[in-house]
């Protein structure tokens, strides 16, 4: 014991010493087309072979032992930049212009970063790779979040990410890093966050960093996009709505500003008894006082309506945000950034035949502010937060025959953080710790991920740690309506009235690999999922209380190669993974997530033609879903008040007999999405797209299939597809000057 | 133009391949049906076979190939009661008994292979409280507002049937839930004759509201209407009632 500790005081000693000798080297790293920060860039002194990561704002600092030393910038999708630095500067400004590699989704593992820094399960997708993923309807930034092999999405019409076998409402939304609560349109067919107005999406599995919280599965991040040096902007028009967006500097400041409106209210035929209008906003400032690292300010609204103009039946939701982040600097290592945000959410539906004649009025409400303190050293950084939130929900679901409980729920929650990331040779250790707590329930979150540089290009990545939420987000799941669009959430606040706490507990281990033109990746994971609660279904042997609640084991593996040229790219990934769920009790039978889909393959292309031809084809096949079988018919009889209760006198309509739940497979799914744009315009002149796509390309009908009565011939019980996948085009134009 | 190909190839296998979906194989199984009924002294259960899926629905009862080794009713810390085969219908079984209110039954049926076993437990009577006689006169066009006291019994069942005895009209009940009172519409009374009406107010357990309550009645995963019984071993329903009456004399 003792010798640990002669050992332990003589590496301090080390530390300290080499400490004494270096200086930090701080500085900034931009896009070359915007001057916009690049989060996530990586920056590495070939001399003193020490990497760095920029923060969100595009920062980097580095401790440096001797001068002169060169710093590399490197980004995917981007030309490295290379500064050569003879004594300490005031700060260092390393500038990425776009490379001409396409983009593949996948080819983000192929991040040349100090690999061992890499977090693992973290997939940083810049705008041009998401827009390049065939879109359905409109374009969006999260289906183009099939690049990463862990999300699915519960139809082929969703564009709701789930990952690794985890319900949709564990996947947390920000947006610059502030709270997005609902960002979709329509049925959560597409979002509302088109590419246009983003710089990039970070999707993080979980365990992710401590600094995240609301979430169980995973975050995902999108950053808006800034304003660069000289105005600049653009138009978009599609089949259902108009856009544009511009961006520029207002003095030391930059701004951005963009919008969408769906048109489809201003048309006739079936829009003109129920005009149905979505707008979007998207607002980011950059303000630079006095030379200090900008303050940025994220504005977002997104709004949808429809409501049928007589009878004033229909729905309508948006969703507000308002955010500003202030980066300090503190001392010679020192970073602060302090936060605020408030973002909100609204929903009303009225009249609609969901659980009966349903009148919905959901709020969600939540407000923070909070610091982050960072102390960035040689071999590492040190840093600890906290946020002071409060939360306001609201579900009130009336009318109808099953109408589902209401819930109310106002209270302050605290978040509180610590992390250290240290560096020791090929070796990168992050620990982390999160606090959650309100006024009835806390959560303890530890988190940890080490990387190790297995050289050649190789590095192995092991994370393990717990992650919570204080409150459940459950999707409505509705026969033959959540089947093709996904309508509300219901909230219910955690630690309370029965409701447990979901919390899970995450491992995974992945091996990367990335060579020029070349990546690659597998990993494996499992995750404990404890307090996960869903509407029960209606089923068999499942009476009981309108929600339940239960624990959840997922596992699996999953695969990732790409290969890019100069004009080709290439994408392939496969995912073998189990999610099971015991509801209600311990002791009950473990049986498949109604996702738990055993095998998924999928294929994404990219090739340039040539004279600004561009095609774009993702493939997607899943092996089937589970479903609960039907076991036969019988008849019900009738319950009559007189002697004998129970009588057979008439003839009653069928009743089906479901088999246990999730029992059965049913088909597999697929669907084959193209997309072609035409670039027209350059380098230097305005640059226009016109671009086509085609949601399932495959023109059939594939779908799990569910039990249900033959509509032709004779009465019997079939079993027919879910929902029918027809092609979904989409059309669109756009000119950026 | 041979990468295209590919695509294209690819995506004609894709369809060939996922447009036939396959079902799981129906399975044929004992239904036993079961309301318990504290007003009876003859309890009547229904044992039928469900058709399997795949095979064209038939309509009306479906009686076992052979008759049930075993159907019988064990009352809590009581006796067991066997129930017979009804001569009129073989697929109708009788037993002797009248259950009591807040006492637990279990069904045990062994029939072709299967045992199938359901408990109930019989809700707490109940007594219309108002009208307060058991007879009362009314006016035929007029609403007729019924109140009573069920217990802890959360589900009410209100009939109006023509009379006494006839019970093969098919009748449609006011559910109510969580609540002891309920208004008949003066519609409820126009149709002449008979000028005697019979309203029962029939306080039912979960299961038998769950089942026998339309409005609760769940849908299965493709929207069709399934049957959230408590039986093991096979499917249907044991639940269990109690009742009270007013002969309603039309004016």
Redesign the interface.
Known sequence: MSRRIVLAVGALGVGVATLEAQVPVRGRVLAAENDQPLAGASVYALGARRGAETDRHGRFVLWLGTLPDTLVARFIGRMPDTVVLDSVPGEVTLVLTPSAVPLAGVLVEADPRRPADAPPATWSLPAEAVAAVPSAVEPDVFRGLALSPAVAYPTPFSSQPFVRGTDPGAVGYRLDGFTLINPFHLGRIFSALMPQAIQSVTLALAPFGEEFGDATSGIVDARMREGSDEVRGGGQASLVSLASWAGGPLGRHRWFLGGRHGFLEHLGGPFGEVPYRFNDLYARLALAPGGAAPVHLTAFWSGDRAFHRETGEGVGWYNALLGLRVPLQLGAGGQVELWGETSRFSEDVVGLDIR?ATDIANRFSTSAAGARLQWVRPRGSVSLGGEVRHRRMRNRVTGG??AAPGARSDGMVTALTAGLHHRAGPASARVGLRLDADGVVHAWQPRIRLGLDLGRGWALGVAAGRTARLYHVIAEVL??VEDVASVYDLWRPAGRAGTPLPRSDHALVEIRAGRPGLAFRAGVFAGNLRGVGEIR???????GSFFRFGRGRVWGADLELSATGARRSVGLAYVLSWSRRRWDRDAAPAIPWRHDRRHQARAF?T?FTGRGWRFN?L?D?ASAEP?????????????????????????????????PENS?R?????H?D?GVRKEIGGPGRSVGHLGVSILN??????AP?????SEEG?????????FFLPPVPTVTFDLEF | MSCLRAVWLAAALTSCAMREITPPPGREQVVVQSVLNARATVQVLWIERTVPAGDPVTFGVRPLTEPPARAEVREEGGGVYSFRADTANPARFLAGFTPLPGRRYDLLVEAEGAVVRATTVVPPAVTILAPAADTVDHPRQSPLQVTWASGTSRQVAVYLTLDTTDVSSYVFPQWVRDDTTAILPGFAFAPVPPSTRLLWVVAADPVTARVFDPARRPLGPGGEPTLDGNVTGGVGVFGAVTSDRLLVRLQ
């Open positions: 009966g025959d099953r026969p033959g279904p209606a089923a068999p042997d499942t009476a292309v090739w084809l493939a096949l479903i609960t079988p039907a076991f036969g018919t019988m008849e019900l009889a009738g319950l009559h008040p007189g002697e004998g209760s129970l009588n057979r006198r008439a003839p009653a309509s069928p009743t089906m007999v479901l088999g059965a049913g088909g597999w799914t697929g084959v193209v390309l495959s023109l059939a009908p594939v299939a569910v039990p249900g009565f004779p009465l019997r019980v079939v079993y027919r597809p879910r």
